[in-house]
C-alpha cells in the first residue's frame, strides 16, 4: 500500500493510501476525542467530536476526522481555538441529553463546557450508535436497532431477539458512554420477558458455577434542570 505524509500537529505523520485522518492520528499517538467511534465497526460520523482542521491546497476547512481520508501534504491541527469552540458546543449539545455521563463531564472540564447551556432533554442516549453498530456488525444478531426519526429518535432492544441473545452477550453496555444500552435492555426485559432472570437462576442454582455477568453498575443520571 502506498505511503502517504501528512502534518499532524507539527509532526510529519506516514500514513497508508485508504486510512482516515483519526487513524493516522491515532498511529501517531496523537488523541482526538471521538463518542461514536470503534475500531471494529464502520466509520459512522455521528458524534462529529473528531472535528479537525485541515488545511490543504491553500484552503482551511473542518471535517470529521473518523471520515476524512489521508491526502499527501496536508496539515491538520487537531486543536485551535475554532475547533475547541465547536467540540464545546458539541459537548453542550450532547450534556442536554445525558448531562452526568462521565465522558462528556471529563469532555466538558477539557472544554469548558457549560452543561446547562441547552435545554435538558434528558433521554440518557446520546444516539453514538455504538451499541446498534456493533450487534450488527459484529456480533450479526441485530437485537437492538434505532426507531424513529428526528427529536424522537431512540434506541430499542427487539424483545424476541434480545431474549436468546443479550443475557449470555451484553457486550454493548461496555461500549455505551451513557450507561443508556444497559438500561433500556433491562428496561425491556423487565416487560417482555420477566421471568428469563429467575428462570436461568433458578436452572444454575445447583450446577457449576458461571462466570459472573457483566452487568455494570448504572451511572446515576439525575434529571437535572
Ligand atoms: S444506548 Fe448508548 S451506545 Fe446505544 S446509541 Fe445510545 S448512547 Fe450510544
Ligand atoms: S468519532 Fe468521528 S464523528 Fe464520532
Known amino acids: 500500500m502506498s505511503e502517504i505524509v501528512l502534518n499532524i500537529d507539527g509532526k510529519e505523520v506516514a500514513a497508508s493510501a485508504g486510512m482516515t485522518v483519526l487513524q493516522a492520528a491515532q498511529q501517531a499517538d496523537i488523541h482526538i476525542p471521538t463518542l461514536c467511534h470503534h475500531e471494529k465497526l464502520e466509520a459512522y460520523g455521528?458524534?462529529?467530536?473528531?472535528?479537525?482542521?485541515?488545511?490543504?491546497?491553500?484552503r482551511k476547512s473542518y471535517v470529521v476526522s473518523c471520515l476524512y481520508p489521508v491526502e499527501p501534504g496536508i496539515v491538520v491541527r487537531t486543536r485551535s481555538?475554532?475547533?475547541?469552540?465547536?467540540?464545546?458546543?458539541?459537548?453542550?449539545?450532547?450534556?442536554?441529553?445525558?448531562?452526568?455521563?462521565?465522558?462528556?463531564?471529563?469532555?466538558?472540564?477539557?472544554?469548558?463546557?457549560?452543561?446547562?447551556?441547552?435545554d435538558?432533554?434528558?433521554?440518557?442516549?446520546?444516539?453514538?450508535g455504538l451499541c446498534v453498530r456493533y450487534c450488527d456488525e459484529v456480533k450479526h444478531k441485530n437485537a437492538v436497532g434505532f426507531i424513529e426519526n428526528g427529536a424522537v429518535r431512540e434506541i430499542s432492544f427487539i424483545?424476541?431477539?434480545?431474549?436468546k441473545e443479550c443475557w449470555s452477550c451484553q457486550e454493548c453496555f461496555t461500549l455505551c458512554p451513557t450507561s443508556y444500552a444497559q438500561a433500556a435492555y433491562?428496561?425491556?426485559?423487565?416487560?417482555a420477558f420477566p421471568g428469563r432472570r429467575e428462570a436461568h437462576s433458578h436452572a444454575h442454582a445447583h450446577a457449576t458455577p458461571e462466570p459472573e455477568r457483566r452487568v455494570i453498575p448504572i451511572t446515576p443520571?439525575?434529571?437535572?434542570?
Request: contains cysteine.
Open 46 to 58: 455521528g458524534c462529529r467530536l473528531c472535528i479537525v482542521e485541515v488545511e490543504a491546497r491553500g
Open 81 to 118: 481555538e475554532k475547533v475547541d469552540k465547536i467540540r464545546k458546543v458539541l459537548v453542550e449539545e450532547l450534556m442536554a441529553h445525558a448531562p452526568d455521563a462521565p465522558e462528556l463531564v471529563r469532555l466538558a472540564e477539557e472544554y469548558g463546557a457549560d452543561r446547562h447551556r441547552f
Open 120 to 128: 435538558k432533554e434528558t433521554s440518557f442516549c446520546v444516539l453514538c
Open 221 to 225: 443520571v439525575a434529571a437535572t434542570a
Open 186 to 191: 433491562l428496561l425491556t426485559e423487565a416487560l
Open 159 to 163: 424483545p424476541e431477539i434480545a431474549a
